[in-house]
């Protein structure tokens, strides 16, 4: 996009030596001592770009003429030449730098007049491609050229304005120019102008119509107003990419700890399961070994009763006369051998006996070794239950925090999904108004104080991202408020704070409206000029005193967020710049003494 650049401002007098200041392509920094001229040379930018009137310091008595040099867009040079108390212009195709003495190429008039084409805000419009732009200047709808006056006031900050009252956007802040105002910042942030009013339709077609475009506008106001967050449709649908990447990365994990989770489970249960089986076996045993014990006197008393019996038989055994102990047969009905068959059968049914109840004694034993196995299994289980217990514990320690995690995920995305519902549907409602303009279904162009929310998100990134640059603290979540044409940062108007902090807050404004522009090839003058940025800014202390002049961490990252700005810069202030940008920008210091450069005029004119 077409941009101007400041090349050099000279004050020439007959007979006296030139006062002269050199701008570098990028960064120029004046400072030094009060009093030697540098707001005046600032006073004098503006007054050499269209500004009314210029009131002279006792130092140029003498000199006659002010030159301001630039370079226009085609690269080629311009010489303005203006005289103190002028309202003519004399411009010169050539860098001029002594006194003037040839025949000017053209003249125009310093002051706009958008029935004359010979203003010199027309010139440079023509130049940058702007003379054809109109602006809103009041509600019914009127419109009128954009002025050069409109733009410099948004790249030239004198002190006054800096750390004034009347918030950055607007140039004089009373409510006959406010609308032309409004309507200019949406000029430069949407590179769109406002049309001429068509007067086609009769007064109840108007009527219906502005009705429809004012709902329209109310039902904008009331969805922005919903909105948690300045970032634009892009910037979400980024973030909204970046919560679902998490939310993958994240849910792997915590499936993985669930499966390990659900096995340590199903494990403990299958120790759980098996303790309960040894339990019950347990029991039995005990309740048998219980009634065994009671048995074994019982068994042993038979087991001593039947080796008697069969002791007393083998005696018995030996009798030769009368009735047979065994069977009771008597002597003639018995056989030779009977005795000693008795005896035989005896000890066989005693010893058949004896075996049977000795068999009970090893089912004892068994049922002893039995038990003591299950109670050391028993132990065994019990501790294989507790480290279950612990390993379920940790997992769920796990589970607990990467849910947390994904929790906040879930609910970071459905922020983010209701942010872009709400931009998507206030896109459609800016689309249904565009569609009525278009249409000719009003007379009224769109209200010059409504910019398109993405639109303003954008903004309110640079200008974020600036003053994070800067390091400026307790300035987060700052935005432009375009319905009330204010600045706002950490929960507090521009206005509501110490003069300081208006000062770093309108050069923010400033520097971040050049590069948003810049960035995105949208028009400007291509130059912002700055009278005393941060020179009164210093670090917050309890008291809230933020006005006394002191360099801070803020001075420093101003400066070196300045050495990368993508246009043309001049900073005018007291304090010393950091080392670094003394050895990398154009820098002029005023000593206010003998020693260096005294100040803008030559000293010997002091």
Not at 23 to 34: H, M, R, W
Not at 172 to 196: C, H, I, Q, W
Not at 464 to 482: G, I, K, R, S
Request: hydrophobic share 40%; with cysteine; proline share 4%.
């Amino acid at each position: 996009m077409s941009e101007l650049q400041l090349t050099h401002l000279t004050y020439c007098g007959a007979n006296l030596p030139p006062a002269q200041i050199i701008f570098g392509p990028e960064l120029t920094v004046i400072y030094g001592a009060s009093n030697t001229g540098k707001s005046f040379i600032v006073k004098s930018i503006e007054y050499m770009l269209g500004g009314a009137d210029l009131a002279m310091v006792s130092e140029g008595a003498g000199y006659t003429q002010i030159l301001l040099v630039l370079l226009m867009p085609d690269g080629s040079p311009l010489t303005l030449l203006r005289a103190p108390d002028s309202n003519s212009i004399f411009l010169y195709h050539a860098d001029l730098r002594d006194f003037v003495m040839g025949t000017p190429d053209a003249s125009v008039t310093a002051v706009h007049n958008a029935r004359s084409r010979n203003s010199l805000s027309i010139h440079l419009l023509r130049a940058l491609g702007l003379d054809e732009v109109l602006i809103r200047k009041n509600e019914a709808g009127g419109t009128r050229p954009l002025a050069l006056s409109d733009l410099l006031h948004l790249s030239l900050v004198t002190e006054n304005r800096m750390v004034g009252d009347v918030p950055p956007v607007l140039r004089t802040g009373t409510a006959t120019t406010r609308t032309a105002e409004l309507s200019v910042m949406r000029f430069l942030l949407t590179g769109e102008g406002d049309p001429a009013v068509d007067t086609g339709l009769n007064a109840g077609q108007r009527r219906v119509h502005k009705g429809q475009i004012q709902l329209l506008d109310q039902l904008v106001l009331d969805l922005s107003s919903k909105l948690r967050t300045q970032e634009n449709e892009r910037q979400l649908r980024d973030r909204l990419i970046r919560i679902r990447t998490a939310l993958d990365e994240q849910s792997a994990p915590l499936r993985r700890v669930n499966e390990s989770h659900r096995e340590a489970v199903d494990s403990r249960m299958e120790a759980a399961r098996e303790l309960a089986t040894l339990d019950e076996r347990l029991t039995e045993v005990s309740d048998l070994l219980g009634r065994f014990k009671l048995l074994e006197a019982q068994y042993r008393s038979d087991l001593d009763r039947l080796a008697m019996v069969n002791e007393a038989g083998s005696i018995l055994g030996y009798f030769k006369v009368g009735t047979c102990p065994f069977c009771g047969a008597e002597r003639e009905h018995q056989q030779p051998s009977h005795r000693a068959e008795e005896t035989t059968q005896l000890h066989t049914a005693v010893a058949a006996e004896a075996a049977k109840t000795t068999a009970l004694l090893p089912t004892i034993a068994d049922l002893e070794g039995e038990h003591t196995a299950l109670i050391s299994r028993r132990v065994e289980a019990q501790s294989d239950i507790g480290v279950w217990d612990q390993i379920i514990t940790e997992l769920e320690g796990g589970i607990a925090a990467l849910r947390s995690d994904v929790e906040e995920l879930v609910e970071e995305r459905s922020v983010v999904e209701r942010e872009l519902e709400l931009q998507a549907r206030i896109a459609e409602l800016d689309d249904k108004r565009s569609r009525l303009v278009g249409e000719g279904a009003v007379a009224t162009p769109p209200p010059t104080q409504h910019i398109p929310t993405a639109t303003v998100g954008d903004f309110d990134s640079i200008l974020q991202q600036t003053l994070n640059a800067w390091q400026v603290p307790a300035a987060d979540h700052a935005e432009y408020d375009q319905y009330y044409a204010e600045i706002r940062a950490g929960g507090r108007k521009r206005i509501e704070c110490g003069q300081g902090m208006r000062a770093v807050l309108h050069s923010a404004f400033t520097t971040a409206l050049a590069r948003f522009c810049m960035d995105r090839d949208l028009h400007h003058l291509g130059f912002v000029v700055l009278d005393s940025p941060v020179v009164t800014y210093r670090d917050p202390e309890p008291d809230d005193i933020d006005d006394v002049e002191l360099t801070s961490t803020v001075v420093d990252r101003f400066y070196k967020d300045m050495l990368s700005f993508p246009g043309q810069a001049i900073i005018v202030e007291n304090g010393d710049p950091p080392t670094k940008v003394l050895s990398e920008a154009v820098t002029y210091h005023f000593t206010g003494t003998a020693s260096g450069r005294a100040g803008f005029f030559p000293s010997s004119m002091h």
